[in-house]
C-alpha cells in the first residue's frame, strides 16, 4: 500500500554513464515532482508535471530528462552523468485540484545515486 | 514573491524537555505553511500544515506550530522531546501565484540527548 514509490533506491554507477529513476504514486494525484537533495539536505525542486504537463522546469542541465507516461508516473532519465549528480533524488505527488486549494506534497523514499 | 527562512541549523535538547524549531516566512500571498520531518536516510513525512482555518496546528507525534501573521511566523513545537525526534525538519510555505508555488527552507536538525 505504498503510496509513492521509487526505484532503485541506490544507484552507484560510473561517470557518462545513463541512467533512469522509476516514480510511481497510488494516490490519486495530479501533480508529480522530482527534487534534489544535495550532502547538506538542501532540497532543490528540478521539475513538476500536472496532469502529464511540464508546469516546473527549474535551472536545471539538459542531461535531465522527466517523462511522464501518465498521471501516476514520473520517471527521470539521466544522460552523461557527472560526479556532481551524486545526490538523492526525491519523488513526490500532489493534488493541485483538492479541495483544500493546497500544494501538499507526499514524498518518495528517495534514490541515492552515486557517480563514481 | 515567497521566501522561507530556518533560523537555526542546528538545535540540540535533553530528552524530555521541549522543543523549539523556528521558521520565518515571507509572501505576498496567502500561503499555506508545512512542516515535514526527514528521519535519516528516509523520504520526508508530512508533520502538519495551516491552511487558513485554525492558526494553531496541531500535528503527529505530538508536534505543533502557531501561525502569527503579524510575526511571519510559523515555528514549531512538542512540550517533551523523545529519541525518537531526532531528525532534519523542513519548514515550507505554498501559495497559489497563478501557478503553486512551493519553497522549502533550509532545514534544521534536531539532536536529543539522553
Known amino acids: 500500500d505504498t503510496a509513492v514509490s521509487q526505484t532503485p533506491k541506490y544507484l552507484v554507477t560510473q561517470m557518462g554513464n545513463d541512467k533512469s529513476i522509476k516514480c510511481e504514486q497510488n494516490?490519486?494525484?495530479?501533480?508529480m515532482y522530482w527534487y534534489k537533495q544535495d550532502s547538506k539536505k538542501f532540497l532543490k525542486i528540478m521539475f513538476s508535471?500536472?496532469?502529464?504537463?511540464?508546469?516546473i522546469n527549474e535551472t536545471v542541465p539538459n542531461r535531465f530528462s522527466p517523462k511522464s507516461p501518465d498521471k501516476a508516473h514520473l520517471n527521470l532519465h539521466i544522460n552523461s552523468l557527472e560526479l556532481g549528480d551524486s545526490a538523492v533524488y526525491f519523488c513526490a505527488s500532489s493534488f493541485l485540484a483538492g479541495e483544500d486549494l493546497t500544494d501538499t506534497q507526499y514524498f518518495g523514499p528517495g534514490t541515492r545515486l552515486t557517480v563514481l | 514573491a515567497q521566501s522561507v527562512t530556518q533560523l537555526d541549523s542546528h538545535v540540540s535538547v535533553s530528552e524530555g524537555t521541549p522543543v523549539l524549531l523556528r521558521c520565518n516566512y515571507s509572501s505576498s500571498y496567502s500561503p499555506s505553511l508545512f512542516w515535514y520531518v526527514q528521519h535519516p536516510n528516509k523520504g520526508l513525512q508530512l508533520l502538519l500544515k495551516y491552511t487558513s482555518a485554525a492558526t494553531l496546528v496541531k500535528g503527529i507525534n505530538g508536534f505543533e506550530a502557531e501561525f502569527k501573521k503579524s510575526e511571519t511566523s510559523f515555528h514549531l513545537t512538542k512540550p517533551s522531546a523523545h529519541m525518537s525526534d531526532a531528525a532534519e525538519y523542513f519548514c515550507?510555505?505554498?501559495?497559489?501565484?497563478?501557478?503553486?508555488?512551493?519553497?522549502f527552507g533550509a532545514g534544521t536538525r534536531l539532536f536529543v540527548k539522553a
Open positions: 508535471y500536472n496532469n502529464k504537463e511540464l508546469i
Open positions: 494516490l490519486g494525484h495530479d501533480t
Open positions: 515550507v510555505v505554498s501559495a497559489n501565484t497563478g501557478g503553486f508555488k512551493t519553497i
